[in-house]
């Protein structure tokens, strides 16, 4: 984005090769997968051994482990990595198209169209399985409003699709607290629980359903990564280079939308992983985005169900949109802390 | 010939901003375009490379009109160096330069094959910046990052090389040294540039042919020779001149600025 030239007292930073950097990455990514799945499984209200739990794996030993590692905690340590990569896939592509580190997989008004049609399904009084539809379609129809909003003659503009995302989000915002304001007690509770983001109670069902949908589109997102290396060229460039605008940013807003609205129809709006952790994986990995989304889908599953776990095996069990949030927030401010001194 | 424009409109608004150009550009020549701010130099070039779509006319490369090729097959005979870049952070030379491949990979071709690379460090060495190639573009000077972007145009392996504006926001020194390279591809490799330029004097020395636009319309075109009196510069840019021979041949030297008297 930016074309500044740093002042030529600042020493070059001695990098390792861009081998050296893919190995320790995805050593590290892949390591910190394994044992947070590892933990995942075995901690908890009961603590089970990893001898416990190879047992209730093969569907031996004491059923009630069984039931836990089956019916509890294995659906949710996937449901946790399937989310967790869809936003930081999302974010990433997002980040990518738009040439904006601020772009999250809810700019594009996700967030705002889940939220609003959550909430009306839950103050209509509806069933709760209608909330992971209801919020999968807003997200949808209000990404594309975004898209058809920043759709000028045969182009598609950035800021405009920024703008309108923004513009969005703050209205459907509006109206959702307006409903919220109005809505009685019991509804808010459950509204809210949706809204800050949570996988308590989190099933095979969300994780079979969704779960396919999020692999397909995940393997399409970095497919994408070449196109992204050339939007981030900037309009002329990419144009000059054979790429399509029009046709590629609808391609990257769809596999990103597709991903951010299955996120939030299981785990409603979980923040923060989407924006933090491209930044994270581009600090590891470069700039190059053939390398950027795989680490990022990796990056947002491990960040995700680490999240998960801190969340529910502390003494109160948390929404681990508050946990992404606050260690967001955190690891966020001290990247950007870094990046002020030269480290980035 | 390569590139031709036959009774081209073209803008942003409803207005056009260039109207009525004929122009062809002959293979293995320089052209550069000139004219006042605001005469459509730039908006003509983007029509040319097919960045805006014409309003009316076409533009013809090898025979057929731009329009109606893919945009993958342009971008493999026709580079285009905007005039400002955005750069990501943190993207290297190399990396950089490996998307001017980008036209001849198919899409699923994750990977440079043996012949991209080898493009890739031609590039590199006719722009001489083979040992920047690991360095982020970010942290190179003007001249170096100027060369590395025209590194990126020519790992296209286009025919035709348009170029808005290049030696903006550089030092003599560099203007200089990236025009000599253009000129030696130019000559040695037989490539058509197309510049649009603000230095009369540079376009002059280098240029094959001058095409002049004044509001939006070709005024004329022809040699620099032929273009450069007095009165086609008084009429092309309202300024009165001089031209002067001098070692590198004829150039001019403003004398001062003339009131149009034509201006609505």
Not at chain 1, 18 to 46: C, D, E, P, Y
Request: proline share 5%; net charge neutral.
């Amino acid at each position: 984005m930016t074309s500044t030239v740093r002042s030529p007292s600042t020493p070059p930073i001695r990098k390792r090769t861009a081998k050296q950097r893919i190995a320790f990455a995805t050593v590290l990514l892949l390591g910190g997968l394994g044992l947070i799945i590892f933990l995942s499984l075995t901690q908890g209200s009961v603590s089970l051994t990893s001898g416990e739990i190879a047992n209730a794996l093969l569907r031996r030993g004491d059923p009630i482990h069984e039931t836990i590692l089956w019916d509890l905690r294995l659906p949710r340590v996937l449901a946790a990595l399937v989310v967790g990569a869809a936003l930081g896939l999302s974010g990433a592509l997002l980040q990518g198209m738009l040439r904006n580190g601020l772009a999250s997989p809810f700019l594009l008004g996700i967030s705002a169209g889940a939220g609003l049609v959550a909430v009306l399904v839950v103050g209509v009084g509806l069933l709760q399985i209608w909330v992971p539809i209801g919020a999968w379609l807003g997200a949808v129809l209000t990404t594309l409003m975004v898209y058809l909003l920043a759709r000028r003659g045969t182009t598609i503009s950035v800021e405009r699709l920024v703008l309108g995302g923004v513009a969005f989000s703050s209205f459907f915002g509006a109206i959702q607290s307006l409903l919220l304001l109005m809505s009685p007690d019991g509804q808010i509770q459950a509204a809210l629980n949706w809204l800050i983001g949570s996988l308590n109670g989190r099933g095979w069902n969300e994780v079979t359903v969704v779960g396919p949908v999020i692999s397909l589109a995940t393997i399409a997102g970095c497919l994408l990564a070449r196109q992204v290396n050339l939007l981030s060229l900037g309009d002329d460039l990419a144009t000059g280079l054979g790429t399509s605008l029009v046709r590629s940013r609808c391609l990257v807003g769809a596999v990103a939308t597709l991903l951010a609205a299955s996120a939030v129809s299981v785990a409603g709006l979980i923040g923060f992983v989407g924006l933090i952790v491209p930044h994270g994986v581009r600090l590891l990995v470069g700039t190059d985005y053939r390398l950027v989304l795989p680490f990022s889908t990796l990056g947002g599953a491990l960040v995700l169900s680490a999240a998960d776990l801190v969340a529910r095996v502390g003494p109160v069990e948390l929404p681990v949109g508050v946990d992404t949030a606050v260690m967001g927030a955190h690891v966020f401010i001290s990247m950007l802390y870094r990046r002020r001194a030269g480290g980035a | 010939m390569p590139v031709e424009a036959r009774q081209l409109d073209g803008g942003y608004g409803s207005r056009p901003v260039v109207e009525g150009v004929n122009l062809s550009i002959q293979t293995g020549e320089w052209l550069s375009l000139l004219g006042a701010n605001g005469s459509g130099k730039s908006t003509l070039l983007r029509l040319l490379s097919r960045i805006l779509k014409p309003q009316g006319g076409a533009v013809i490369l090898d025979g057929q009109d731009i329009q109606t090729q893919s945009p993958t097959t342009i971008a493999r005979k026709l580079a285009l160096l905007p005039q400002q870049q955005t750069l990501p952070d943190g993207l290297t030379v190399y990396q950089l330069v490996s998307l001017g491949r980008s036209p001849h990979q198919p899409w699923w071709q994750w990977e440079l094959d043996e012949a991209g690379r080898s493009k890739v460090n031609e590039a590199l060495e006719w722009t001489e910046i083979t040992h920047y190639r690991d360095r982020p573009v970010s942290n190179l000077s003007g001249g170096a990052r100027q060369r590395a972007f025209l590194a990126l145009a020519l790992a296209q392996d286009p025919k035709i090389l348009m170029l808005d504006e290049p030696t903006t926001f550089l030092d003599l020194h560099y203007q200089l040294q990236l025009l000599e390279l253009l000129q030696r591809l130019n000559r040695q490799q037989n490539l058509s540039i197309v510049t649009v330029l603000h230095d009369i004097n540079l376009a002059v020395r280098y240029s094959d042919r001058l095409a002049l636009l004044r509001q939006g319309r070709l005024w004329g075109v022809g040699t620099p020779s032929e273009m450069l009196t007095p009165e086609t510069l008084g009429a092309v840019f309202d300024i009165d001149t001089k031209i002067l021979s001098t070692p590198v041949g004829p150039q001019i030297c403003a004398l001062g600025a003339i009131a149009p008297d034509d201006d609505p």
